[in-house]
């Protein structure tokens, strides 16, 4: 049974893959690793094996991954676009310099290493529709920069030494669980909160500004399935695009009308997150991923918004 690591655990998308991953795999199977204590983490994490542990520290990971015998590593480890502009030395030396320690880790332990890039990794000459799979990648923010940097990292990496890299670029991520960590696309996931509890939401994004996002589910399901496919089909193998559903403000708006009709919404815009967003994409090409590892998501935009009001309501308003 494979051994897996998920550094940056306590993430958005860490706090929901780990338990994923032990359902799939077993629980003594997956090591949850993060900078925080355990005291801090949600039990879902820390009810499995937890190691806090530093990316930056190369000694302290090595040694987790030799004591587990780990052959998969899943690097969520990352500032966002909206904190790294803030931030961007530190967004540099944790987003690049964390990455570089888990590829030369690699280099010398052999196991496989997901790292995700992201929409971000384009900017404002890239074709915005359909973007290609190969396409100009200029951002404009620190955070694209260093996802692009680490996109040509991992190649380098298996291409050099062979190490096994794998990544996929992840839109805008939907959660029901965990509130998002300062990203341009937070919006799609305060909207929901907002609507059950205020039944208004002001929104810090353009109408009529498109970009790509995914619900959790699908982000999990993209995650696991580029790490278990069979590589021998790969043409790419570090940036795959993938896509779920695009959609603006106005239609998110919509979506949850039909479940909340009396929902309205109102924008003041900021300037930072709304420079960033149209420098991104309205939409991605994922035909790369649907061909060498046959990726497919299962929710669109009413789906997820059915689901997401349902579980959010549950938990917000004990209903």
Not at 28 to 52: C, F, H, M, R, W
Not at 66 to 72: F, H, L, Q, S, W
Not at 160 to 170: A, L, M, P, S
Request: aromatic content about 10%; hydrophobic content about 40%.
């Amino acid at each position: 049974m494979k051994r897996i690591l998920v550094v940056g655990a306590s993430g958005q998308i860490g706090s929901e893959l780990v338990p994923e991953l032990r359902r799939i795999y077993g629980e003594n199977n997956v090591v949850a690793a993060d900078l925080k204590d355990p005291s801090q983490l949600a039990p879902t994490l820390v009810n499995g094996i937890y190691e806090q542990a530093d990316i930056l520290d190369t000694a302290r990971i090595s040694e987790i991954i030799k004591k587990y015998n780990v052959d998969a590593v899943y690097n969520l480890v990352a500032l966002l676009s909206s904190v790294g502009e803030q931030k961007p030395q530190l967004s540099w030396k944790i987003n690049l310099g964390g990455l570089m320690n888990l590829l030369e880790i690699a280099r010398e332990l052999h196991f496989q290493l997901f790292t995700p890039s992201s929409i971000g990794s384009f900017g404002p000459a890239t074709p915005k529709d359909n973007t290609p799979q190969d396409t100009i990648q200029r951002p404009t923010s620190m955070y694209g920069v260093t996802k692009v940097a680490g996109e040509l990292l991992c190649d380098y990496y298996y291409k050099k030494y062979g190490v096994d890299t794998r990544g996929v670029r992840f839109p805008g991520i939907i959660s029901n669980v965990t509130l998002p960590g300062g990203g341009t696309t937070d919006y799609a996931v305060d909207i929901y909160y907002e609507a059950i509890k205020k039944h208004h939401y002001t929104c810090y994004i353009k109408a009529g500004t498109y970009m790509d996002m995914m619900y959790m589910p699908d982000c999990l399901k993209a995650a696991i399935g580029v790490m278990e496919a069979d590589s021998s089909r790969f043409i790419h193998r570090n940036c795959f695009n993938v896509a779920s559903m695009s959609f603006e403000p106005e239609q998110i708006a919509a979506a949850i009308k039909k479940v909340i009709p009396d929902f309205t919404m109102d924008y003041d815009i900021d300037p930072v997150r709304q420079g960033i967003a149209e420098s991104w994409p309205n939409k991605m090409d994922d035909s790369c991923a649907r061909a060498e590892w046959d990726w497919a998501p299962s929710y669109d935009l009413d789906t997820m918004t059915e689901d997401m009001i349902k579980v959010l309501s549950k938990r917000l308003l004990n209903k």
